[in-house]
């Protein structure tokens, strides 16, 4: 639950793997931490703790739970903010659904999720639901841009002890395909409102018959902001992928469909649904409408379909049918399991997937089990020449020689809800033939497209000072690195072209345009490539979504994880939000610890993030007490990579708890040998001695712990007390700490 106290540090509560490592983590921090006087508070921030506390109409008093994240939302515009914050679920609607049945199912008497909602009861149940799906924690708490990049240490283990790279070959046929018109790169048109256009606008739909629906309404556009509208066909997308899918079958490559069903909460799963009803053809064709009533979502995934399927009277003629199509492999999740790309919108998202594939050497797995090229299907051209561009690159280059390249860091534009396309209720799907348009308070029509039923039309928005205190971070990044700097700005594509026009003069007025290119992204990229091929540093200065595309790519390539980055974000108004590194939330590790009582999760990205929080205190409080807790952390942090003491994969090896052990034990020495501070070195000295005497009774004891099932008591709301059983199963290690 939420500390009461008020806290220096807060960390959050979140889900899957990094949860379940807090339970082990945390406790050491807090103990660490007391002793420079510093208390390290929570927010739930969780997939469970948001639905909690969306509904506490329906729930009684001793099960309702504050909304944090809107306190955290209300914390992060103030000086005072200091946020920890790791990664957490974006919800699709099957995880969403999944974690109100368990929720339900643990006593908490919430509503179910209206899939189809026809009451203004319903209606208002599904509002309120929707809001949480997709991304959205990170647009309330990135009130500043990203800073994210390999801290010096990381970057200098990975070269040092290089990770799998499978090789690449000129004669690959992996690919990416995409929509070669018609989508959401084409039909993109852009403006920045002026003093005259500011004020409250509004989304209109006009139908054919001239009846108008207003689907958002006070939609306030500042003087500055840069406001987008575009929209995909669908008409043209059903008949790419038709195509996409003869094509990977003349080509004898696995056919592999990459999104982002859960940030992009509204338009990637409407595009999902597409690729299911396409890859079922004839089938979905005859017997759609019936696989609907039977409860089946192609939204929801080939999984959801196929569960719907067996309900149905006529179900094994339907599977017969499904059995005798003529489709080339798949792309398998679990080759094992039978659970393909197309079964779980959320099981596969494009800034994993397509890195894992290109860490392969082009390769996926399909229903055997068997490794193989493949067809990556990005229908949206707004990013997917980045992909496309490092596997061109990659095939003639071969694979990255990870012992000599360099670094690419991030600059990312992502303050106050910059470029959430897809996140928020700006993005519609087409009711009926007519126009959507955006009216001004002024009542000029800003934007409008003309468009048919089941289009999906999206708008976002990007306010003046974000971008102009991006353009100061990339700045100020340039200098103090002095590496090659590229601003990735497509001069042919609407919304970029505007962001052009502040980022120019910007640069000239400080003197420092002929330190910065400024490149469409597939040039970006070749660019970028080369420069660490040849072992030197870049800095991509991007927008939201290729922020977060990247920090998975380059990483994922350099450091064989995006889990270890460091990444800050400058809160505008003067605070600190620490994230731990990109990554996602791990659902596979959370499958091994349930299994094996194994968690392999990294906790790399924590340590990071800790360290430049302390140092952030000791800076913005003048706590020097803090500063030679954080000095030491990171002296830690490189102590486990110097020694090897990061998690293992496997069961029987060492794995996130004795990762933690070893933090511990690297803190406390650094701690009790440091001269800045003579009362932190007597506290720690004692504490040092016994975590090395004892080292080996507690590697002992939490390695007696793996090798059977963990009882977590849930999986999105676990049992506190059972977590902290699996998770600090060193009584020896506890008694120290405690």
């Excluded at 500055?224 to 992928?241: E, N, P, Q, R, V």
């Excluded at 200098?479 to 640069?507: C, K, M």
Aim: proline share 5%; with cysteine; aromatic share 6%.
């Amino acid at each position: 639950m939420t500390d009461t106290s008020k806290p220096d540090v807060l960390y959050t509560i979140v889900d899957e793997a990094p949860e379940l490592a807090s339970a082990s983590l945390l406790p050491i921090i807090r103990s660490f931490a007391s002793a420079a006087g510093l208390n390290v508070g929570t927010k739930d921030i969780s997939l469970a703790g948001r639905i909690i506390s969306t509904f506490p109409e329906s729930l009684p008093a001793d099960l309702q739970q504050s909304d944090d994240l809107a306190e955290l939302g209300t914390l992060v515009k103030t000086p005072e903010a200091n946020v920890i914050k790791l990664p957490n679920i974006s919800a699709s609607v099957p995880q969403l659904v999944g974690a109100i049945t368990e929720l339900q199912e643990k006593g908490y008497t919430l509503p179910d999720y209206p899939e189809d909602p026809q009451s203004d009861e319903e209606k208002a149940i599904r509002a309120k639901y929707d809001a949480i799906k997709g991304s959205a924690v990170n647009p309330v708490l990135r009130e500043g841009n990203s800073d994210r990049r390999a801290a010096k240490a990381v970057k200098n283990y990975a070269q040092n002890n290089p990770h799998s790279m499978g090789a690449w070959v000129a004669e690959s046929k992996t690919k990416v395909s995409s929509m070669p018109g018609n989508d959401f790169y084409a039909n993109e048109v852009s403006a920045t409102i002026t003093a005259a256009q500011a004020g409250d606008a509004k989304i209109e739909f006009v139908g054919k018959d001239g009846n108008t629906t207003v689907l958002k309404d006070g939609w306030p556009l500042d003087e500055g902001t840069i406001a987008d509208a575009t929209f995909m066909s669908a008409k043209a997308l059903a008949t790419f992928l038709a195509g996409s899918i003869e094509d990977t079958k003349a080509d004898g490559t696995m056919f592999s469909f990459h999104m982002k069903a859960t940030m992009m909460k509204v338009s990637d799963p409407i595009i999902f649904g597409h690729a299911v009803k396409a890859w079922l053809g004839p089938v979905w064709d005859a017997h759609g409408e019936a696989i609907a009533a039977a409860g089946g979502s192609p939204n929801s995934g080939l999984g959801d379909v196929l569960a719907a399927i067996e309900t149905m009277d006529n179900a094994d003629a339907i599977k017969a049918e499904i059995a005798a199509l003529d489709r080339p492999s798949m792309y398998m999740v679990d080759s094992d399991k039978g659970i393909t790309n197309l079964h779980v919108p959320s099981d596969v998202i494009i800034d994993a997937s397509m890195p894992a594939v290109i860490r392969a050497g082009g390769k996926g797995w399909d229903e055997a089990g068997n490794k193989g090229d493949t067809n990556c299907v990005i229908p949206d051209r707004c990013y997917s020449t980045v992909y496309d561009e490092t596997i061109n690159f990659f095939k003639a280059n071969g694979a990255l020689d990870v012992t000599k390249a360099g670094a690419v860091a991030n600059v990312g534009l992502m303050a106050q809800k910059a470029e959430e396309y897809g996140s928020h209720p700006t993005t519609f799907e087409a009711p009926a033939d007519g126009t959507i348009r955006i009216v001004l308070a002024n009542g000029e029509t800003l934007h409008s497209h003309d468009v048919e039923a089941g289009d999906i039309w999206r708008s976002c928005t990007v306010k003046k000072a974000p971008i102009e205190n991006w353009i100061q971070l990339a700045m100020d990044r340039q200098r103090l690195t002095g590496s090659e700097a590229i601003f990735w700005l497509d001069a042919n594509r609407a919304h970029d072209a505007q962001l052009i026009e502040y980022v120019q003069p910007a640069l000239e007025a400080a003197g420092v345009a002929d330190k910065f290119l400024t490149m469409a992204p597939r040039e970006a990229t070749r660019q970028s490539l080369e420069t660490i091929t040849a072992g030197k540093d870049s800095i991509a200065i991007t927008g939201n979504v290729l922020r977060d595309y990247l920090t998975d790519l380059f990483p994922i390539l350099e450091l064989g994880t995006s889990a270890k980055m460091l990444s800050i974000v400058k809160l505008m108004n003067g605070g600190g939000l620490f994230e731990t590194g990109a990554g996602g939330s791990a659902p596979k590790h959370v499958q091994q610890l349930v299994e094996e009582n194994h968690l392999r999760w990294d906790s790399m990205g924590e340590f990071c993030a800790l360290g430049e929080s302390l140092n952030f205190i000791a800076d913005a409080q003048g706590n020097a007490k803090a500063g030679v807790l954080g000095a030491a952390a990171e002296i830690a942090t490189q102590g486990i990579l110097d020694n090897n003491k990061s998690p293992s994969r496997k069961v029987g090896e060492p794995d996130n708890r004795d990762s933690h052990y070893w933090f511990a034990r690297y803190w406390a020495e650094a701690l009790a040998a440091q001269t800045g501070d003579a009362d932190m070195a007597a506290h720690f000295a004692p504490i040092a001695e016994k975590l090395a005497a004892n080292e080996d009774a507690i590697v002992s004891e939490l390695a007696a712990a793996q090798g059977k099932p963990a009882d977590l008591g849930g999986y999105y709301k676990t049992d506190p007390v059972k977590t902290a059983a699996v998770m600090r199963p060193s009584a020896t290690l506890n008694a120290i700490i405690d």
